[in-house]
């Protein structure tokens, strides 16, 4: 029994993109309940299981609470200056061998706005290198890339509350109810309001029973598939004309683009009947305002950034964006993955997600210190380096590198070469246990003030609800302690996150307006440059950010690697369930750990008949990359010859099986297509 709560306090749920608000109620230093916030904006009174129930994590017995240095014998405490001043010796050793760019650091989407802000500021201005990303590497970069090339914002273009105005939904690669629940949950209540909806996944998902149309694209095959529709969508006279006359460039070579991209021709390579990508389409087309709300399923592939291309031609070319109910929406599958990127933590975009040489000279007049004059690496290609001998040392704050990067052999390889790995969490992470030198303790988002970014553009605030436990630090304490230990204490002389984000505020004219006092009741979407702007709820109503105008793309396409043969004859698709999220740090240490017991192999019935395989029968899934031992289920839903798992358990570890390939623009794993081998184990 917990106990009455004695203390409430209002903050954001640090799970999903959805961002909800929640009250957290307090007793003895406790969690005691967390209860929905009726005003929140994006929830208005719903939490999903994971909000309300998977808090325990804080409290949980493993819990890291001093800082840890790796000795021949094991781990040891240490003092947080010993241990930043063990790091301070040896980055600043590393540096003066190879250079600056021998370093590498990793913001977190597990963190606020506030300390992603002071991760890439403390990696350029201190320790000299624009090697920083986030894992938004391997999940929406894709997403910004494709929104920002086409339209000029890498963010989404609605809010979640144009749900209830479209009256038309396009779901694509989305698990929504799953993954995004509170969303999910609303787009059910629109539907049953009336709304049509399409549903674009390679599973028949939950969501996909209530869809007008689910078209079911073999894995890999989501470009053939866009471009037919943007094919009948033309063919068939269904364009918004002017829309096109006055917002949109490049339409007479993309007509002769797509001419040959024929639902017939499409329908031959993923595998959806030509008649029902007719009929998504006259749908999206005719019966707007149509909103489109994407997921991972459109970016972890090879053709990621150029997938969400796609679907903004498909939203151009019919005017559904602009408006109320319309537009093209990334589902953010953690808390602040656009609150990461847009402070900064990519290599070639700084705050506020602008091109790092275009805005050079303002950042260095704001940061009174030079920048690095190297484009700097993603993660993806920090791996490579490190494999190379190239980058030396590694510091990852709220990631989980070894679990969650895919093909985990050559992850491990590229760890094992780093002389110094500085993993900044709450608990041992894989990474952690497995390689690294030096442990920080983190505060959990309950123990810390800030802010997050959600995936409508929503910046609100964090606050804490609890004392730090034991010895540890905020990340953004530990990042200004760091930086002292540097030797390098200004620009880090901050006494409170406020003082960061009014210095975000500062160099970031479109979150100028964004003052914690105005955030203080819902928090407000950005852009919003002074502090008497109401904040954006639909982005380009006038305007696309680039200019006045946008450009339809021609997108081609390239077909995955991975496809199957006589030795590999699956195909492997990799996400999440309900209760879990992502590697299982946190909801692991959950009572939600009971309704999700760990990974398991969802199979066609008839696949498993034919291996004769019975349910729980536990199977060896092998790619050429690896191998991982797990139970399989026969699943409804899905496609002979494709199987679906998740990436939940450290006992499954099923990036050892997940593959090299990655977008061709954003080098964003590809998760959802390898070739597998199934096996009894
Ligand atoms: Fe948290 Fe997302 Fe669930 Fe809301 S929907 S409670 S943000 S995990």
New binding site residues.
Partial sequence: DRGWPEAWTRTT?S??G???EMDVGTRAGRIVTVRPSREGPS?QGH??S???YAFDFVTAPDRVTVPLLREAGGWRRASWDEALGFIARRLRSLRDAHGPDAVGMLGSARATNEENYLAQKLARVVLGTNNVDCCARVCHAPSAAGLKQMLGTGASTNSFEDVDHARTLLVAGSNTTEC???VGARIKQAVLRGAKLIVIDSRRTELARYADVHLQPRAGTDVPLLNALAHVVVAEGLCDEDFLRERVDALEDFRAFIHGWTPEHAARLCGVDADALRHAARLYATHGPSMMVHGLGMTEHVQGTETVMALVNLALLTGNLGGPGMGVNPMRGQ?NVQGSAHMGCEPGQLTGYVPLEQHRARFEAAWGAPLPSTPGLDLTRMMEAARGGRLHALWAIGYDVLLTNPDANTTREALERLELLVVQDLFLNETARALGHVFLPACTSFEKDGTFMNGERRVQRVRASLPPTGDCLADWEILCRAARALGHPEGFAFQSPEEVWDEVRRVWPAGAGLSYARLEHGGLQWPCPDERHPGTRVLHTGAFALGPRAALRRVGYAPSPEAPTEAFPFVLMTGRRLYAFNAGTMTSRTPNARLQPGDWLDMAAADAERLGLEDGARVRVRSRYGEAVLPMRRAEGLRPGELFTTFHTVEVFINAVTGPHQDGYTHTPDYKVTAVRVERA
């Fill in positions: 749920c799970y999903c959805v961002g909800c929830n939490l999903c994971k909000g309300r995004h629940p509170v808390n």
